[in-house]
């Protein structure tokens, strides 16, 4: 949702932000009181962030809030699934796989990937 380019920040994206993240309950245990209040302003005074500085603010704290709420299974997809997934794809373009390239974008293999390097963790 929020990359490094220039993003434009409406009120109903920080309030689903917001929502999700007390759903989860990481509002509370990561974000500081200061944080809070500045998401909380925000979604009362604006409707469409057009401050660089407020955009940059925001984005800083909707980035900790998403990177909070992500799943086990998603950071590990993230982290070590894509790479497992990269490495079999190439072994198998060596051994004569056509169709292996397709692998590594595949969403399903690098979830069965992770899911089976999870389980070989102690």
């Given at each position: ?8 920040l ?74 497992l ?33 999870m389980?070989?963790?102690?």
């Amino acid at each position: 949702m929020l990359g490094a380019r220039r993003t434009l920040l409406v009120r109903s994206q920080i309030v689903k932000v917001k929502t999700r993240a007390l759903r989860k309950g990481v509002w509370f245990r990561v974000l500081t009181k200061a944080e809070r209040a500045c998401v909380e302003l925000s979604i009362v005074v604006v409707e469409r962030v057009r401050s660089c500085l407020l955009r940059r603010v925001l984005t800083s704290i909707l980035k900790k809030l998403e990177a909070a709420m992500e799943s086990r299974v998603q950071r590990l997809m993230r982290e070590t699934g894509v790479r497992l997934a990269s490495k079999l794809s190439q072994i198998a373009q060596k051994w004569g796989n056509e169709s292996a390239f397709l692998w590594a974008g595949d969403s399903g293999f690098v979830q069965y990937l992770t899911i089976n390097y999870m389980n070989e963790l102690p």
